[in-house]
């Protein structure tokens, strides 16, 4: 049996937070709860959980609502190697203070000439 997973307080917040701006969304496009939670292949009581930042809700829920108000994109963008500031930072600490080129190896000759 699987250990319950009991999130942090920010994690909680930041769930909440994308619930109340799932919900905010749908309303601004005027669609009801029944549509969305249709086109998103779920349940109406599934949508509210969402609305209301459950974090037993899967990932995959999360992006299918997301997608059925046309919001989808967003997700992908999270966690953009461009946009993490912190591991471009690790990444440039690691960088060689100098750069050097190479020089060829010489090409000894055999025995016989060639």
């Known amino acids: 049996m699987p250990t319950p997973h009991h999130p942090s307080i920010a994690v909680r917040r930041t769930l909440r ?7 905010d969304a749908r309303r601004r ?7 969305v939670a249709e086109r998103a292949f779920t349940s ?3 949508l509210r959980r969402i609305e209301a930042g459950d974090h037993g809700v899967g990932i995959g829920i999360y992006a ?7 919001l989808l994109d967003g997700l992908g963008e999270l966690a953009d190697p461009g946009k993490d500031s912190v591991g471009l930072a690790l990444a440039s600490e690691q ?4 750069v050097r080129l190479r020089r060829p ?3 000894e000759e ?5």
């Open 17 to 23: 937070k994308l619930g109340q701006d799932i919900r």
């Open 29 to 35: 496009r005027g669609l009801p709860a029944e549509i």
């Open 44 to 46: 109406r009581p599934t």
């Open 64 to 70: 299918a609502v997301l997608q059925a108000l046309g």
């Open 95 to 98: 960088l060689p203070e100098r």
């Open 105 to 107: 190896r010489k090409v």
């Open 110 to 114: 055999s025995d016989d000439g060639r």
